[in-house]
Structures are given as structure tokens and as C-alpha cells.
């Protein structure tokens, strides 16, 4: 990173050709940084969009609604001509303010911020930014920085997705159990599609470890449990299909194989996924794995 002063930061810079301005959205800079104790900016106007993502430590925002402290896994927007300014908290040098930006502009870059529910006057969302949105903004990194063969169409699939996970709500997880439910219907409706606990975290916004053993204490089991007995419950009711093989069933459930699918059938009935459709089928009922 390079010292500018009152920051330590790494800034790549891009312009967008002609193909990308026939769009409606297109990268200008991005970059992170780690500020020191006098890490200061503003008041002034920039001439487009700036997205400001939140890594570690705690950033002061004023603008048009005044002054806002935004502390890690929040991000703030940054208009065009409109006056701001922000600065460090409270400098902490064992966790010091650490943020990652995304400079953008487009006909469409307005439309884009407002579905994210940013406004001038309130222009910051708290806890946005999980595992997923975090990597998604180094990987734009690359191709602004090296400007690979067909990095321009990478940068607009990877930008329309940043938007996409923005917008997407997220629950409040310090509001009750909301955040419980949350999970529970998240579980319920994808437990087939092969989802794991880290993918669960991701959706709701904890991390992998705190998400376990708090979803532990409030239902007496893991979510890796849960997403068994969800899975195990849907396989004993399909093995009574008359149509359905055992690897049909397997793979239906997210499993991807016949192996990996037996294997945690018997530990959690205690008998094999062919033995236990024996108990329920005759055997001219039997259809062949």
C-alpha cells in the first residue's frame, strides 16, 4: 500500500471503453485502504457515485442528514455534487478503520442506488456487508487492475451482482427471533438444493461459528442437524415413491452420489436406504437402484 499521508491505500483506476458506456453502468476507481489517526476527508463534491464498504473500525459520514458513526459491515453512498465529508471515529490502532470503494457512474447508476434503498439524506446501509459481497469486491479488483481480455464483461457481470446483493433484504438479526425464522424458512425451502451452514451464514449475515451455536441454544440442535433431519425426513418419504431409485432420490435431496447419500441415511436411521424401503415395499414393488 502506498503512504498518502493521513492513509495507507492501494487505488486502481479505470476507464471505461466504448462498449462498456453503450450500458448503463461502468467502474471509474476502486481501492481500500487502512487510515491512520488523522485520516480526515472532505468537505467536497465528486462527480459521480461511490460506494464506501465498511471493513474494520468506525467512520464518521456528513452530508445532507447530518452525521452518522458506521461501524464495520456498513457502507455509505457518496452522490455526485453533493458536499460530504468523513473521518475516523475513534482511532483504534489494533483495529484502525479499514475500507474498500467503489467509484461508478451510468444512465443507470442512479436507478441502481435507489433500489438499494440509499437516498441523499440517508445515504448508508448497516450490515451489508457479508462473506459473499466482501469477495465479490476484491474479485473486481483484477480486472480493473490488469484490464484482462474480456475483464470488461466480468466487471458488468460482477457490478450488476454487488447491486443485486444490496438490494437483497437482509434480516435484523438483533430483532428478537426474526433472524431465527429467517433461517428456518431459508432451510425449508433450499435444505434439497445441497446448501451448507456457511451458505446459511452468508444469507443471514453472522458468521458460520456464531450462527451454529446461537441457532443451537434457541432449537436444541445445529444447523447442520437440522439441515440432515429436514433431508433424512424428505428420503424416508420418498423411498415409498414405487418410481424413484435410491441415486434418483440421492441426488434429488443434494446429494452427489449414491455413496455420500447411504452413508448418511444409515447413521441417522440405522439401516440402509434399500433395507429400509424393503420394510416398506413388497417386493414385486421393488424398482431397481
Not at 37 to 62: D, K, Q
Not at 82 to 104: I, N, R
Not at 225 to 245: F, V
Request: proline share 4%.
Amino acid at each position: 500500500m502506498k503512504d498518502y499521508g493521513h492513509e495507507y491505500a492501494d487505488i486502481f483506476y479505470y476507464t471505461p471503453n466504448e462498449f462498456e458506456k453503450l450500458g448503463g453502468l461502468w467502474p471509474l476507481r476502486t481501492g481500500h485502504n487502512v487510515a491512520k489517526a488523522n485520516y480526515s476527508v472532505g468537505p467536497r463534491v465528486i462527480e459521480c457515485f461511490s460506494f464506501h464498504f465498511v471493513l474494520s473500525g468506525e467512520v464518521t459520514l456528513s452530508g445532507l442528514g447530518g452525521e452518522t458513526v458506521l461501524k464495520k459491515g456498513s457502507m455509505f453512498c457518496l452522490f455526485p455534487n453533493v458536499k460530504h465529508s468523513y473521518w475516523v471515529s475513534q482511532y483504534d490502532s489494533e483495529s484502525p478503520l479499514q475500507m474498500h470503494w467503489l467509484a461508478f457512474n451510468g444512465p443507470q447508476a442512479e436507478l441502481l442506488v435507489k433500489r438499494t434503498g440509499i437516498t441523499e439524506r440517508k445515504p448508508y446501509l448497516h450490515n451489508k456487508l457479508t462473506a459473499e459481497l466482501a469477495e465479490l469486491l476484491k474479485a473486481c479488483m483484477k480486472p480493473i487492475e490488469n484490464r484482462e481480455k474480456d475483464g470488461d464483461l466480468q466487471l458488468q457481470i460482477m457490478l450488476y451482482r454487488i447491486f443485486e446483493l444490496l438490494s437483497r433484504p437482509l434480516p435484523d438479526v438483533s430483532d428478537g427471533n426474526d433472524w431465527l425464522s429467517t433461517c428456518l424458512r431459508y432451510m425449508e425451502t433450499h435444505y434439497a438444493e445441497g446448501i451448507t451452514v456457511s451458505d446459511i451464514a452468508q444469507f443471514i449475515g453472522m458468521h458460520r461459528s456464531h450462527l451454529s451455536s446461537r441457532f443451537k441454544r434457541c432449537t436444541g440442535m445445529s444447523p447442520r442437524e437440522l439441515l440432515i433431519k429436514l433431508r433424512m425426513e424428505r428420503a424416508g418419504e420418498m423411498l415409498q415413491s414405487r418410481t424413484l431409485s435410491i441415486t434418483e432420490i440421492a441426488l434429488s435431496l443434494g446429494y452427489t452420489d449414491l455413496y455420500t447419500f447411504s452413508r448418511a441415511f444409515c447413521t441417522y436411521y440405522g439401516i440402509s436406504p434399500s433395507s429400509y424401503r424393503r420394510r416398506l415395499l413388497s417386493p414385486n414393488e421393488m424398482i431397481n437402484v
